[in-house]
């Protein structure tokens, strides 16, 4: 299986952070958090990771290079406008015909099992699998309701007034590779926006695997600040 690891973002939450590094490069540790992200991959057989690119891109390709010194084979995509993560899987589509594939958000560290998640993707034949997860910071998150047998029922951006349970999607996915087939050519297309809306609209079959694995994203200083002291302390085991 393949890997796509979004890192195209601005990071525009975490400047002055980002004023000379991608939000994929700031580090939890001695290493950049896609770094951690390639370690993860390699640890459960995934080497062939697909990277996109948009800015300040030769951060990201003078460290990593072709991977070989991380264990891992890493092709590049440059974009001249974000694409939007639908968007950049959409003009990666030669390289992900044919198979499954994880897409990871660039900006999340995480422990999760992706061996496990393999497993339960495959025997749940769904279009699409998420991890999922209790989040701290719902009103801020993707919120998911799914039933007995995990398949998803609703997403959304909830408000406060919705009623919901804090469950999450978080920056972790597998889809099959007819997912491409939902995403319009030479567009910018959201991941959570517009696919997945469109996948559930078309009672496309999407399931939710739960896991108290850790799972944060960096996006904002104050989970940063709270992913680092995480690490410190040993609660990330890498």
């Given at each position: 299986?393949?890997?796509?690891?979004?890192?195209?973002?601005?990071?525009?939450?975490?400047?002055?952070?980002?004023?000379i590094?991608?939000?994929?490069?700031?580090?939890?540790?001695?290493?950049?958090i896609?770094?951690?992200?390639?370690?993860?991959?390699?640890?459960?057989?995934?080497?062939?990771?697909i990277?996109?690119l948009?800015?300040?891109?030769?951060?990201?390709?003078?460290?990593?290079?072709n991977?070989?010194?991380?264990?891992?084979?890493i092709n590049?995509?440059?974009e001249?406008?974000?694409?939007?993560?639908?968007?950049?899987?959409?003009?990666?589509?030669?390289?992900?015909?044919?198979?499954?594939f994880?897409?990871?958000?660039?900006?999340?560290?995480?422990?999760?099992?992706?061996?496990?998640?393999?497993?339960f993707?495959?025997?749940h034949?769904?279009?699409?699998t998420?991890?999922?997860?209790?989040?701290?910071?719902?009103?801020?998150?993707?919120?998911?309701?799914?039933?007995e047998?995990?398949?998803?029922?609703?997403?959304?951006?909830?408000?406060q007034?919705?009623?919901?349970?804090?469950?999450?999607?978080?920056?972790t996915?597998?889809?099959?590779?007819?997912?491409?087939n939902?995403?319009?050519?030479?567009?910018?297309?959201?991941l959570?926006?517009?696919?997945?809306p469109?996948?559930?609209?078309?009672?496309?079959?999407?399931?939710?695997?739960?896991?108290?694995?850790?799972?944060?994203?960096?996006g904002?200083?104050?989970?940063l600040?709270?992913?680092?002291?995480?690490?410190?302390?040993?609660?990330?085991?890498?």
């Amino acid at each position: 299986m393949k890997v796509f690891i979004l890192s195209a973002g601005l990071g525009t939450r975490l400047k002055p952070l980002t004023d000379i590094q991608p939000k994929v490069m700031v580090k939890i540790g001695n290493k950049p958090i896609l770094e951690h992200l390639l370690n993860l991959c390699r640890r459960h057989g995934f080497n062939d990771i697909i990277i996109n690119l948009h800015y300040l891109p030769e951060i990201i390709t003078g460290y990593f290079g072709n991977g070989q010194k991380f264990g891992v084979k890493i092709n590049y995509f440059y974009e001249e406008k974000i694409m939007g993560g639908a968007g950049a899987l959409k003009q990666a589509e030669n390289f992900l015909q044919h198979d499954n594939f994880f897409v990871f958000n660039g900006d999340v560290i995480t422990n999760v099992d992706l061996t496990a998640m393999v497993k339960f993707h495959q025997a749940h034949q769904g279009i699409g699998t998420f991890l999922v997860h209790k989040t701290d910071h719902p009103l801020d998150s993707d919120i998911v309701e799914y039933d007995e047998n995990f398949k998803i029922l609703r997403f959304l951006r909830p408000r406060q007034k919705d009623k919901y349970q804090p469950l999450a999607k978080t920056g972790t996915h597998i889809f099959r590779s007819e997912v491409l087939n939902f995403i319009p050519h030479r567009q910018e297309f959201s991941l959570e926006k517009q696919l997945i809306p469109c996948l559930l609209q078309k009672k496309q079959p999407l399931y939710a695997y739960y896991s108290n694995c850790y799972s944060k994203d960096i996006g904002t200083f104050a989970r940063l600040v709270q992913a680092r002291k995480d690490y410190q302390n040993g609660k990330i085991s890498l």
